[in-house]
């Protein structure tokens, strides 16, 4: 189902939200991580968000700076209380923003929605390589599939810090002009196709002296690359421009480079 919900967020809300992301106790943060499917009867864990259309078009269409262009994931939770009862829209949410200076953070934000039969909860296979600044697929898949095979009772861990931050609950996540100039080709080669779309997966990997949180969340660009009927990619000079690339004959791309907040302090002498 679709949450009822409008995607594009006042700036109040995205502050709201995620001062009560802040404040979910730890105990209590395994729980905002389920889900009711009404179209399947049955309860089941949270793992995509998704853009639609229209909005992935505002959104495309509100960046004017391109070289200091920064895409910002934020986390949020939508009530002060946690229900008793599995929701059948998640209280937990995603945002996403175009940061191209210091003030406008949390500004302009765009939320998505769950996508309860999405790629991953499918159970859809697929063996996909990408180009330079998008991960190979298969390592975007090691993540989400971790994801969902972590039990219950440990999904707190993966948004405290382990290192450095210790005990602290990460914010949101800043993507790199590089990475986010990237991303944005994709998004402009997914809206000239006939199926664009933005999914923002969960997923859990490990943490490292400058990812001191082991949860990421992995950017999917959906048609980013034309393919031919056999998954070769048609124009390779797309390939290079836009970092992408995949042969798996979908043309979608995966993104994970996004840096938590708070950072890690600089490492001893840097």
């Known amino acids: 189902m679709k949450s009822k919900k409008q995607s594009t967020s006042k700036d109040t809300e995205v502050v709201t939200f995620s001062r009560n992301w802040q404040q979910v106790r730890q105990e209590l943060l395994p729980s905002l991580f389920c889900a009711y499917d009404t179209q399947e009867n049955q309860s089941e864990r949270l793992v995509t968000f998704r853009m639609n259309a229209n909005d ?10 391109l070289k200091k262009l920064e895409l910002i994931v934020h986390l949020g ?7 008793n009862r599995i929701p059948e829209i998640p209280i937990f949410t995603l945002f996403i923003q175009t940061s191209e200076k210091k003030d406008d953070f949390q500004k302009k934000c765009f939320q ?12 859809e296979e697929d063996d996909a390589n990408s180009g330079r600044n998008a991960i190979p697929a ?6 989400v599939m971790s994801w969902m095979e972590t039990p219950e009772k440990d999904l707190a861990l993966p948004f405290t810090a382990v290192s450095h931050v210790l005990g602290k609950r990460v914010k949101n996540y800043r993507f790199s002009n590089v990475e986010s100039r990237s991303i944005f080709e994709d998004i402009k080669q997914s ?8 999914d923002i997966h969960l997923g859990n990997g490990l943490a490292v002296y400058d990812h001191p949180f082991s949860f990421r969340p992995v950017i999917e660009v959906k048609n980013a690359v034309k393919v031919d009927k056999n998954g070769r ?4 000079a797309m ?10 004959g979908s043309g979608d791309s995966f993104y994970d480079f996004g840096l938590p907040e708070p950072p890690p302090p600089p490492p001893p002498g840097g």
């Open 77 to 83: 939770v939508t009530q002060e209380d946690v229900p």
């Open 233 to 236: 990619v048609k124009n390779k």
């Open 191 to 198: 809206l000239k196709s006939g199926a664009p779309g933005l």
């Open 56 to 65: 992935l078009q505002k959104f495309y269409e509100g960046v004017s700076d």
């Open 112 to 123: 998505l929605e769950w996508a309860p039969n999405a790629r991953f909860t499918n159970g």
């Open 138 to 143: 298969a390592s975007a898949y090691l993540f």
């Open 239 to 248: 390939v290079a421009r836009n970092a992408t690339g995949l042969l798996n």
